[in-house]
């Protein structure tokens, strides 16, 4: 039995490492949802004025969704890798497919915030309800008072009208607020279709196989994980090295001094190094065997990124 418990603790870890992409946007989706319940209680406060609501509304909804955007694209390592790449070897080496996918890439998960966002504030329908009920045609509303204009109107989402509209107002706001959802679901359907259609747009157009491609994913996941660790323990063993020269001493603990007995750093890589496994990477093949990154296309002393007569093409898209 615990063996059958281990084993299944087992399959799950493995497969949420595998997932890890997913779960990373579905986090950042509840993030979102909940932010924007959090905004719609405390800090949502409808104007009621003409002209106002229809920018406040649309500010709601728009201006978050785009510093949510914003964050996701400074937040993503491919925008660095894609910066990193201009500067230093310019975009010759991309066909017009990598580029394209590249940037599908950094603007697709930068988009999983401001997505949930919009469609959030659309099922919600507050923000909705405010920007659009000033422009509600009187006509269309049964024995609707002529007296009252636009004016009026624009007060309905504050609940502030006459006794005689209110039954008027709860009309406005069904019909405003089943506008809000019907564009709120069709979004949601929208954007699924897309990620369908990229994910067998990305299976169909890759050159590996299925298994080889987790295998990439592995490896490129593990290769980040040593590299950040193997990094920070170099680059604190190089911080000792260096005020133990200056002061004649240096102050460690105890696991310090069986890091810097264990793993003697005697110097730092030059700057071209760095710049040879910094950027975008595009997967090739050197003489049928695959070079699976950056710094594995570096470790077997292969040059250059353009494309070559037996190699193949592909995006590197993973975190």
């Not at 969704?65 to 080496?93: D, M, P, S, Y």
């Not at 920007?131 to 989402?157: H, I, N, Q, T």
């Not at 090295?241 to 004649?248: D, E, I, P, S």
Request: hydrophobic share 45%.
């Amino acid at each position: 039995m615990a063996a059958l418990i281990a084993e299944n603790f087992r399959f799950l870890s493995l497969f949420f490492k595998s997932k890890d992409v997913m779960i990373f946007n579905g986090l950042v989706a509840l993030g979102t949802v909940g932010s924007e319940e959090l905004f719609s209680v405390v800090a949502f406060n409808c104007p009621c004025s003409p002209a106002r609501n229809y920018i406040y509304g649309l500010a709601a909804i728009g201006v978050p969704a785009l510093a949510l955007f914003l964050i996701g694209v400074i937040w993503n390592n491919h925008t660095w890798n894609l910066v990193a790449e201009c500067h230093k070897r310019g975009t010759k080496n991309f066909s017009a497919a990598a580029t394209f996918l590249l940037f599908g890439s950094i603007v697709g998960r930068a988009a999983v915030a401001p997505v949930t966002w919009s469609v959030i504030s659309l099922l919600r329908g507050e923000a909705y309800i405010c920007a659009l009920s000033e422009f509600v045609r009187p006509s269309s509303l049964d024995k609707f008072p002529a007296e009252y204009g636009a004016e009026v109107l624009a007060r309905f989402p504050c609940k502030d009208v006459p006794a005689n509209l209110t039954k008027f107002r709860d009309e406005v706001t069904r019909r405003l607020r089943y506008e809000s959802q019907l564009f709120g679901w069709l979004l949601i359907g929208i954007v699924a279709v897309l990620v369908f259609l990229t994910k067998c747009l990305k299976h169909c157009c890759s050159p590996l196989s299925y298994r080889q491609e987790a295998y990439w994913a592995q490896y490129r996941s593990n290769e980040d994980k040593l590299f950040r660790r193997t990094a920070e323990v170099h680059s604190r063993i190089l911080a000792a090295k260096n005020v133990k020269h200056f002061f004649g001493f240096v102050a460690l603990d105890k696991e310090e001094k069986e890091l810097v007995q264990e793993f003697p750093v005697e110097g730092v890589q030059p700057s071209p190094q760095w710049n040879a496994i910094t950027g975008v990477y595009i997967y090739r093949e050197n003489k049928g065997f695959p070079l699976y990154s950056r710094l594995h296309k570096w470790a077997k002393g292969v040059e250059g990124n353009g494309p070559s007569p037996e190699g193949h093409e592909m995006l590197f898209l993973a975190s």
